[in-house]
């Protein structure tokens, strides 16, 4: 079974876990990191014959395009990642949808394509947040990999479907491809991506995407920054909490990411959102596959 790599295009300096230590004005004087770890990936990428799907912040096309042309020229998809890493629960609709257009036009500037997926920062597309999906139709997006069907402080949607499902808004529909869970004994827990995949055992992220694919019988979606295959970024000033997030696990993460990508087979997202079957309203998920939303009032 094919399962989505996805990759979230950014600096380690853009990781909202630092907003409150290093102003947005400050981003620039940093030492970047982003073409050296993102050209390492690529080659590991092309090593195994995978591809993937870049979700890219519009600050690193603005900044240094050449990474996202690279990205795009060795045959990967480039879909948004914001423009400026802003949380979409912190924007009015009307900031989120100039944010989200200006960001998706200098993506398709530079990759040549049209850019049809989204990838909230921070996964901040939430029950607060919903109205944002209606934004991304009317911008033209088909598919959003958002929300994050888990309990958290600062993301999620507990009571979401964990498979993909269709969301329908006034402006038209969309295909939602939550972020991947395990689910027992009615607990859920990421394993597959960020954090959770530097810090748990490869072992153990192997073993899971092996269930989900074969006992669920559904493909899982795969999330990693390429500075998290950088262990020797600078580090950054930041809470306990969110320095041990982001730095631990740093070294081992090339190694289990390059056992990863031969152990499976993955696609970009956009690729498998066209192919995916909609499971049908059979599911035992608490809430509806087919979500209805109003309209956007700014
Ligand atoms: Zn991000």
Same mark, same amino acid.
């Given at each position: 079974m094919k399962n989505a790599l996805t990759i979230d295009l950014e600096d380690y300096y853009h990781v909202s876990a630092f907003n409150d230590f290093l102003a947005q004005d400050k981003w620039s004087s940093q030492q970047s990191r982003v073409a050296k770890s993102t050209n390492l990936l690529l080659d590991s990428l092309e090593e195994a014959g995978c591809k993937a799907t870049f979700f890219t912040l519009g600050w690193v096309a603005e900044h240094q395009p050449q990474v996202v042309r690279d990205v795009a020229r060795r045959g990967h998809e480039i879909a948004c $990642? &914001? #423009?400026? $890493?802003?949380?979409?629960? *912190?924007? /009015?609709p009307k900031e989120f949808r100039d944010d989200t257009r200006r960001a998706k036009e200098l993506l398709e500037d530079l990759s040549g394509s049209p850019v049809c997926g989204y990838r909230a920062p921070s996964f901040s597309i939430t029950d607060k947040s919903l109205w944002a999906l209606t934004i991304l139709v009317e911008l033209?997006? /088909?598919?959003? &990999? &958002?929300?994050?069907p888990v309990l958290h402080a600062n993301y999620g949607m507990p009571n979401a479907s964990r498979v993909p499902f269709r969301v329908t808004t006034p402006a038209g529909s969309i295909l939602e491809f939550p972020m991947t869970t395990l689910e027992f004994a009615g607990r859920r827990s990421p394993f597959c991506g960020g954090a959770y995949f530097r810090l748990l055992p490869y072992w153990y992220t192997r073993w899971g995407i092996r269930f989900l694919n074969t006992h669920e019988n559904w493909p899982v979606c795969v999330y990693l920054h390429?500075? *998290? #295959?950088?262990?020797?970024q600078p580090r950054m000033a930041g809470s306990f909490s969110s320095r041990f997030r982001h730095y631990l696990g740093l070294k081992g993460t090339s190694v289990k990411f390059r056992k990863l990508i031969s152990d499976f087979e993955f696609c970009p997202l956009g690729i498998l959102a066209k192919s995916i079957p909609i499971r049908s309203s059979q599911t035992t998920d608490p809430i509806p596959l087919h979500l209805e939303l109003p309209a956007v009032t700014n």
């Open positions: $990642h &914001s #423009l400026r $890493h802003r949380t979409v629960y *912190e924007m /009015s033209g997006f /088909s598919y959003d &990999s &958002s929300i994050f390429p500075w *998290e #295959l950088d262990p020797d």
